[in-house]
Every structure is written in C-alpha cells, then in structure tokens.
C-alpha cells in the first residue's frame, strides 16, 4: 500500500487536494453509464498519458497547480456530497489513490451515509485495504502502450493482481485502434483480469462513435463488453459534466 500523499494541519485534519467537484451528472464509463451520480476529483497524477482528458490535474507545463487546486477538508468535501440525494459518488482524478489516507476518511463516511462509491484509479497504486469493501468499486483503467509511457511505469504487476483478486474491481482500457485490443488480450491473460472493458479514445462524439464501430465487433468476439463515453456523446470535453 502506498499513500505518497497527506494533508493534514496540526490539529489533525484531513485534507484533500482537489481539482474540481461537480454533478449532479451522469457518470459516463463503465457499467454504471447513465447512472446520476456526483464527482470528485482529485488533484495530482503519477502519469502523464498523452491523450489525458484532465491535464490540470498534474500537468505543470501548462497549468499552475495552486490555482487549479482548492485545499478542502474531507468535511467539507462531505457535506458537499451528501448535500443533494444522488447516491453514487465518483472519485476520480488526475490519480485518487495518491492521498487515499484521507481518502479513506471520506469514503467510510460516505458508506456510512448509504453512499455507493466508485474509485477511477490506473492501477499503479494498491489500495488500502479499508477501500476494498462492500460498496466501493474500483473502475482500474491501466494504460497501454498508446499512452506513450514506460510500461514499468504504467503496468504495476502486483498491484493489478491484487485488484483483480480483490472482487472489487473492473478493468476498463482505453483503446484507440485494433492493434490495442492484442495488448489487452495479453495484459488479461497475464494477471487474470475477470471484468475487462474497452473504451474508444475521444474528446468528441464524432471520435468516440468512429472509433466504436471500428471497435465494436472484435470486442464483443473477445467476449468483453464496450463502453461508450455517454459525458462525451451528451457534452463533448466541456469541463464539469
């Protein structure tokens, strides 16, 4: 387990780092497209995936951090989640598990008030044990060879085991053309991953639909399942929804 990142002031508050929060929306991944649900997300990545759809939340070159960044109290950041009846809470990021010990504070919370959550993380980090419970979720999106990383960066082995072992977690790929989809094949056949889905890359509805049909039918052959990007079909890239 590693948490490389805590905030906490001298009376022994927890904070978190977040770059925005957001919703009621839809979430628009996975198996849980469609549902209402509110986001958190987190500030700061160990990756730098080319096609991220979030570079305020680690990228320097191009943004000032500190102004892309509230420091907010895990309270606070509750009181906002629960200030309206939506019951999926979504956080997500830049990479969440960077600061799960508070994390943990607020996703107990959060259960406790009949909260469902779900963690969007890559998959380098291993969770804390006291995420991995009944009503948290993990939607792991390790990154391929498209996202132009190392991939002893990108690809943690034990960490990816342990998830998929967990029977907490999907495994949801971002694809961008049929090639990806050999490399998925063997990253499941190598760590036993059970729930594997792929996502077209894209910041527009144009680009997802073109890059779904092309991938549609080797997907449902390899008997995984599609997901479309429903926040990119309704929105496009417009921040906040």
Known sequence: MTGLLTVQDAAGEQFLLVAECFGPTLQGEGPSSGWPAKFVRLSRCNLSCTFCDTPFTWDTSRFDLRQQTTRMSVADVLAWALSS??????????????QQLPL????????????????????????????????????????????????????IGDTLAALATSGHALFK?????????????????????????????????????????????????????LSLRTHVLLWGDERGR
């Open 104 to 155: 943990v504070t607020l996703v107990n919370a959060l259960l406790r008030a009949g909260r469902r959550v779900e963690i969007e993380t890559n998959g380098t980090v291993l969770p804390h044990p006291d995420l991995l419970v009944d009503g948290v979720w993990f939607n792991v999106s390790p990154k391929l060879a498209n996202a132009h990383l190392p991939q002893h960066k990108r690809i």
């Open 173 to 225: 790929f971002v694809a961008c053309d049929l090639a990806d989809l050999q490399e998925i094949s063997q990253l499941q056949e190598r760590f036993a991953l059970p729930d594997v889905w792929v996502m077209p890359e894209g910041t527009t509805p144009e680009q997802v639909i073109t890059r779904a049909r092309l991938l549609v039918d080797a997907v449902i052959a390899r008997g995984w399942s």
């Open 85 to 98: 009846p939506v019951d999926l809470i979504v956080i997500t990021g830049g990479e969440p598990l960077l």
